[in-house]
């Protein structure tokens, strides 16, 4: 008979996580751990209060099929028994982690899918004045490719001169966080070429998606709170140049897997994202790092100290999790 066991947990940031729509000190996150016949599967989710998740109803959504999960619930199952979203992540993981752990053959095998190799990441430069935005994307010259916060507030001009001043090496992502306007959008056309600017990423509200319509961006243009699932990608994909798949919103790397391969059909380049997580909540998503146009999975980067044993970083190199991390 198997076991549930949920762990919530806080992880110090590195200072504070500023967006658009607010800022945090601390990670929380939510850990589920299945054990079976001496083996243990883990899955982590982090609750998104964009999305009206907490902690506490993220808990209340995997309590409520305890028994079911003790009892075998199966990952096929599971797609119908919880709807998309944290919880529903960190029970898919737990549930493909604990088939790998007895079954001796590694996730992405299963899954049929490349096997996993190194890949470069990019690093997230939250929101800040336009020094201190410049002078943490100075210290992060270990990456090519920085992902930087704007905040809609009228400054966001500045930061980019700032940051293009001091990392003219860099290629640039711009993440809004649903933060901009349609005309604020369009300010921004003028300057990307010269910033090296290769993708923007939500710019608009996920309510106003039908003002990109007809919208020539010189670079493409992202979703990310707009999307969660495949069933997203027909309203999608005539909007927008590329989706930001985090297992968060797709409620793990099941449906996951079926949204990378469809967005991929599609035509439009697929970034792997992440909340601010541990390594056990990014190593899922590196399963899908042969789908990938763009991968930002930074987040233990961001925090004072990873969970152990955690995925190993060499610069912007973010190297396949080993069996004790996942999978």
Not at 49 to 61: F, H, K, L, M, P
Not at 112 to 117: E, I, S, V, Y
Not at 137 to 146: G, H, M, T, V
Request: proline share 6%.
């Amino acid at each position: 008979m198997r076991q549930l066991e949920i762990i919530a947990e806080r992880w110090p940031i590195t200072g504070t996580f500023r967006i658009a729509r607010g800022a945090k000190t601390h990670a929380q996150t939510l850990m589920v751990c299945l054990h079976e016949d001496g083996k243990t599967g883990r899955g982590e989710c982090v609750p998104y209060g964009r999305y009206g998740e907490s902690i506490d109803s993220v808990t209340a959504q995997i309590e409520a099929q305890r028994h079911a999960l003790e009892n075998g619930l199966t990952r096929q199952d599971l797609q119908n028994a919880m709807p998309a979203g944290a919880a529903r992540n960190a029970v898919d993981c737990a549930l493909w982690d604990l088939q790998a752990k007895q079954s001796g053959v590694p996730v992405w095998q299963r899954a049929a899918l490349d096997q996993p190799k190194p890949v470069p990441t990019a690093f997230t430069i939250a929101i800040d004045t336009p020094a201190i935005m410049a002078d943490k994307a100075k210290a992060a010259n270990a990456f090519p490719l920085l992902k930087l916060k704007l905040a809609g507030d009228g400054l966001d001009i500045e930061r980019l001169l700032a940051i293009k001043a001091g990392r003219g090496d860099a290629a640039l992502i711009l993440d809004a966080n649903e933060g901009l306007s349609l005309d604020q959008l369009k300010a921004l056309f003028p300057q990307l070429a010269a910033l090296n600017v290769v993708l923007i990423e939500q710019p608009l509200p996920a309510d106003d998606d039908q003002a990109l319509a007809g919208l020539r961006s010189p670079i493409p243009i992202c979703a990310d709170e707009s999307l969660h699932t495949s069933a997203d990608l027909p309203r999608l994909a005539g909007l927008y140049g590329a989706v930001n798949i985090k297992l968060d919103k797709t409620g793990g790397l099941s449906e996951a897997i079926i949204l990378a391969r469809r967005a991929k059909a599609h035509g439009l380049k697929v970034m792997l994202g992440c909340m601010v997580g541990t390594s056990l909540g990014m190593a899922p998503s590196l399963m899908l790092g042969s789908l990938a146009d763009f991968v930002d999975l930074d987040g233990p980067l961001l925090l004072v100290k990873d969970r152990e044993p955690g995925l190993h970083y060499e610069g912007a190199t973010l190297h396949p999790p080993t069996a004790t991390v996942w999978g």
